[in-house]
Structure formats: structure tokens, C-alpha cells
């Protein structure tokens, strides 16, 4: 099954309107045959869409409305153009306690307003010096994901925790043996487990993209401080 490369930027909390330059130097240097997306702060999200790139959000809420002070809904992000949301980053996950039960309730928000969630899954780097990574990541899998993930409403992002705005990333092997664990537990579970896409995420820049992306079962990237930059975002896309 055909899989296309999703390169996906997460903007984190940064970026002002000024930041539209880069949106728009993006469109005009999309390269052909991968799919782009964008994720700026929730702010931003209604002046960047329709710019050429498809925007998504970077977290959202489980409920549709109500009582909420300073959460965003999906119903939300999709009304102001967005496509796609991120769920479970490790900086939520961390920062702000939410856990696989919470990840998993947020996902049928975001299917149920139309938008694709990119599931977040990552083991810390204590986690992997003890050998635990592919368990870590196999309950979070098995915890995050909600029934009803298809090859179209659901992508998922590997992002070590530790490999996150470090310089830092795992060694081609160990990409490559996870990918291929999220694969097989993905088709364990869903039937369209072979055309959901597994992004890599965690210091990937333009001089390690090329290499990282052509690994098997790696569908794109998810990226974070060299998203920030049209031109480093373009050299990645262009490099897968
Ligand atoms: C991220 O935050 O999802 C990320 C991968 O960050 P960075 O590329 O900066 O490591």
C-alpha cells in the first residue's frame, strides 16, 4: 500500500503574524509528491490557513465545549481551517500530565470534527537505557489509540522524548526496529494498518533528514525547531 510522506512542522509556542512569511515561502517552495503540514500555535492557525499549506493544531480538548478556561476544542481548529491536530506530544505528556487515557479521549474529538490526529509516542532516554523502549512504546500505542484509526483519520509520530530539541537521535537501527514494532502492533489492531503513516520525530534536520526518511516504515516527519524556518522545513521535504 502507498504510503505518501507527511512533513509535518510543530511550531510549539512560537510565531507571531509575522510569521506568515514563512507559511508562505513554504507554498511557493512545496515540493511535489509529499504532503505538508503546519502546526503554529493555536492563535495563528485562522490567518495561516489557506496559504497553500494545510495547518493543524497541537493539542486539543476531548469535549466539544464548555467550561474549559484556556482550552481549544477540535471543533474548534477545524472551524477556523485547520485539517490536523497533534495529540499526546511528550511536552503535554510531561508538562501538563496527560496520560494515554487522556491522549486516547482527545481522538475521537478530533475524528469527530473531521480533523486527522497525529498520535505522539516516545520513551525518555532513561526508559531506553534500561531496555524498556519497545514496551514503553507498545503500551502507549495500545493505551493512546482509540478503535476506529484508519489509514486516513490517524497518523502516528515516534518521537523520543529524549532525541526532542536535544541535537540528539537515535541510531538508524534502533529508528528502524521501532518503526517496525509500531507496524506490527498497528496491524495487530486495525485493518488498514499498512497505509498509516509512522512519522519520526526528534532533531530531525536538513542534514539527517535524508537518511532518516528513507528508512523503512518512516513516513515523514514530525518537526520541531527546524520548522521554524521555511528553508530548513523545505530542505527536509525536499530530502524525503
Ligand atoms: C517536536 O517537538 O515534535 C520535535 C520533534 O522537536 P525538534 O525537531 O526540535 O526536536
Not at 476544542?73 to 499526546?88: E, H
Not at 518521537?159 to 528502524?176: F, H, K, M, R, Y
Request: hydrophobic residues 45%; glycine residues 12%.
Amino acid at each position: 500500500m502507498i504510503r505518501r510522506t507527511l512533513i509535518a512542522g510543530n511550531w510549539k509556542m512560537n510565531g507571531l503574524s509575522a510569521s506568515a512569511v514563512e507559511v508562505n515561502a513554504i507554498a511557493d517552495g512545496a515540493p511535489n509528491g509529499v504532503d505538508l503540514l503546519i502546526c503554529p500555535p493555536a492563535t495563528l492557525i485562522a490567518s495561516l490557513a489557506n496559504r497553500g499549506v494545510p495547518i493543524g493544531g497541537q493539542n486539543c480538548h476531548s469535549e466539544v465545549k464548555g467550561a474549559y478556561t484556556g482550552d481549544v476544542s477540535a471543533d474548534q481548529l477545524a472551524d477556523v481551517g485547520a485539517v490536523a491536530v497533534i495529540v499526546g506530544h511528550s511536552e503535554r505528556r510531561q508538562e501538563y500530565e496527560v496520560t494515554d487515557a487522556i491522549v486516547c479521549s482527545k481522538v475521537p474529538a478530533a475524528w469527530g470534527a473531521g480533523l486527522t490526529a497525529i498520535i505522539c509516542v516516545g520513551e525518555t532516554k532513561e526508559q531506553r537505557d534500561h531496555g524498556a523502549a519497545l514496551d514503553v512504546v507498545g503500551a502507549q500505542l495500545a493505551g493512546s489509540i482509540p478503535d476506529g484509526a484508519t489509514a486516513a483519520n490517524s497518523v502516528i509520530a515516534y518521537e523520543p522524548v529524549w532525541a526532542i530539541g536535544t541535537g540528539l537521535v537515535p541510531s538508524i537501527n534502533d529508528i528502524t526496529e521501532m518503526h517496525a514494532h509500531i507496524r506490527a502492533q498497528l496491524a495487530g489492531r486495525f485493518a488498514e494498518a499498512k497505509g498509516m503513516r509512522i512519522l519520526y520525530g526528534g532533531s530531525l534536520k536538513p542534514d539527517n533528514a535524508a537518511e532518516i526518511l528513507a528508512i523503512e516504515n518512516v513516513d515523514g516527519g514530525l518537526i520541531g525547531g527546524a520548522s521554524l524556518k521555511a528553508e530548513d522545513f523545505l530542505a527536509i521535504a525536499r530530502a524525503a
